[in-house]
């Protein structure tokens, strides 16, 4: 039996992410997903996924808050090289740093930095809220079975800028085009929210806890 870890550290979008991984793990069957803030636990999975809504800053505190969280995860994600997905916020975190309300450090596992959109004309509102497609090419084991024109659901303002263009694995278009998925080794994550979209969000995440690399 292969344990996937959702880590709980207080985001809102926990409750939906977990059921539908729990829902993707048994249409496989052989995985098992817990959310959970134990370090023990967290250190020992077999794959991690850390979620996030709101701002940068607060949800990096909040995860600092969750003693021996973070090292956890770094023990497994880049000590082990477990697969690791980051859902929205847990995109952002991979960054070297966030510029909402201010300069916060991120976890700096992923080169680059998060921004505020900047949309070019004032019909395209922030936060960017709704569905958007897929933009042409995807790469990456995230995106087998699905295609370009593939809607996900989005609701946020910032972005992740990679340092590194080879780690982008699909952008979207908001007034212009934005990263909205990267994969970097045993690391992916999408800016999107696969838990709320529906069945191209189900494969997606199928594809995650299929994924070996």
């Known amino acids: 039996m292969r344990r996937v870890a959702l880590v709980d550290y207080g985001s809102g979008n926990l409750p939906s992410a977990l059921k539908a991984l729990r829902r993707a793990a048994a249409d496989l069957g052989g995985v098992e997903v817990e959310a959970t803030d134990d370090p023990d636990a967290i250190g020992r999975a077999d794959g991690v996924v850390l979620p996030?809504?709101?701002a940068f800053g607060a949800c990096m505190r909040a995860l600092q808050a969750r003693c021996g969280v973070i090292e956890a995860m770094t023990s497994a994600v880049r000590g082990r090289a477990v697969p690791f997905l980051g859902i929205c916020v847990g995109l952002q975190l991979l960054a070297e740093r966030g510029l909402e309300f201010g300069e916060t450090a991120g976890l700096g596992w992923v080169g680059g930095e998060v921004r505020r959109l900047e949309p070019s004309g004032p019909q395209f509102k922030l936060p960017h809220l709704g569905w958007n497609s897929l933009d042409p090419p995807l790469g990456g084991p995230l995106f087998d079975g699905l295609a370009a024109g593939d809607h996900m659901y989005f609701t946020?303002?910032?972005?992740f800028v990679p340092s590194d263009e080879e780690v982008i694995a699909a952008r979207t278009d908001h007034g212009g085009p934005f990263v909205c998925a990267l994969t970097s080794g045993n690391l992916a994550g999408v800016q999107f929210h696969p838990e709320k979209s529906q069945g191209a969000g189900a494969r997606?995440?199928?594809?995650?806890l299929e994924w070996r690399p």
């Not at 946020?156 to 972005?159: I, K, L, T």
């Open 156 to 159: 946020h303002a910032f972005a």
């Open 204 to 208: 997606l995440l199928r594809n995650f």
């Open 52 to 54: 996030g809504v709101g």
